[in-house]
């Protein structure tokens, strides 16, 4: 038990030694492998600008470590993976990542990915934006204009068809109740002259009388 947890001590001793002998040549301006960030924090928030310190810097690590474990899943990447350097007042330094696993450096292309998807997190964290916390070698991804789920003209063609169904509708109702009024108008007329006609038969011309009294002398 003893030995083994010397053996473990010595393994993490180790890849600290050799993550460090990694990162101290990689980790300056204009590196390969290094990036550089630059945060302009009184532009952003003026007379609401927060200061700059260790706990801060502890927060951009914290951030980019859960860049990294999202972009790398099932790779536990801790704040100890990420090293900065040249840290300057003006708000701006360098860093690099080492893999968890191996005490190498991360490729810079596989952090690039992992800003680029994490990059709304991170700029929320810091309540700065891409011009104000800048990743001068990740530039951002311009945003596609948003679309809508239905096209616009398939938008027109439904109005239209909506209007026309509408338009059939009506015409066929109106020429349907048309027929009713004129049917009813038709019955109307068929009994008026039923009526007339029964009244006409029941009239009784006085001038063919027989009766005397009604003769002219």
Request: net charge negative; with cysteine.
């Amino acid at each position: 038990m003893f030995y083994s947890e010397v053996e473990m001590l010595g393994k993490i001793f180790f890849l600290v030694c050799v993550s460090s002998a990694l990162v101290e040549p990689h980790c300056k301006p204009d590196a390969s492998i290094s990036n550089k960030v630059r945060l302009s924090i009184k532009t952003a928030l003026g007379d609401q600008a927060y200061l700059w310190d260790d706990n801060e810097m502890f927060f951009f690590r914290a951030s980019m470590a859960y860049a990294m474990r999202r972009q790398s899943l099932g790779q536990q990447f801790e704040v100890s993976h990420i090293h900065v350097c040249n840290r300057t007042d003006r708000v701006s330094f360098w860093f690099v990542v080492t893999d968890p696993s191996t005490g190498s450096l991360v490729s810079k292309a596989h952090v690039e990915q992992a800003v680029r998807k994490s990059r709304d997190r991170i700029n929320s964290a810091f309540l700065l934006t891409d011009e104000t916390l800048e990743f001068l070698d990740i530039p951002p991804i311009l945003t596609p204009p948003d679309t809508p789920d239905t096209p616009p003209w398939l938008i027109v063609f439904g109005v239209v068809m909506g209007v026309v169904v509408a338009g059939i509708i009506f015409l066929i109702g109106s020429s349907m109740l048309e027929k009713k009024r004129k049917k009813k108008e038709k019955e109307a007329d068929n009994e008026f002259n039923e009526e007339s006609g029964v009244a006409n038969e029941g009239v009784y011309n006085m001038s063919f009388s027989d009766n005397e009294q009604f003769t002219r002398i």
